[in-house]
């Protein structure tokens, strides 16, 4: 069983960051990729980013330039640094982890971008 736990949510101004965790415990002997989605009111729930068990990373286009997914391999999380924050940017953000086949997802942390 895998547990996915995000966290660093919170309220920021226009062009501020924060950084959000992805804590995963559990077996990850077939880890194959971890992705960063969101979802806003009334919108679907959208891929932010992602990265491969090889490293590969990929971003909306909408984040590109701005925000930086990474991982600290001893602790077993990922990151996403996200910097010049917008109001669209607001929305709840999950953690998802494909291990084999399987995809487990965290509680989500919300974000919210507003003077």
């Known amino acids: 069983q895998v547990q996915v736990v995000e966290s660093g949510g919170g309220l920021v101004q226009p062009g501020g960051s924060l950084r959000l965790s992805c804590a995963v415990s559990?077996?990850?002997?077939?880890?194959?990729?971890m992705g960063w989605y969101r979802q806003a009111p009334g919108k679907e729930r959208e891929l932010v980013a992602d990265?491969?068990?090889?490293?590969?990373?990929d971003y909306a286009d909408s984040v590109k330039g701005r925000f930086t997914i990474s991982k600290d391999n001893a602790k077993n999380t990922w990151y996403l640094q996200m910097n010049s924050l917008k109001p669209e940017d607001t929305a709840v953000y999950y953690c998802?982890?494909?291990?084999?086949?399987?995809?487990?997802w965290g509680q989500g942390t919300q974000v919210t971008v507003s003077s």
């Open positions: 998802n982890v494909l291990v084999g086949v399987r995809r487990y």
């Open positions: 990265i491969t068990s090889g490293g590969s990373r």
């Open positions: 559990g077996s990850m002997f077939r880890f194959n990729s």
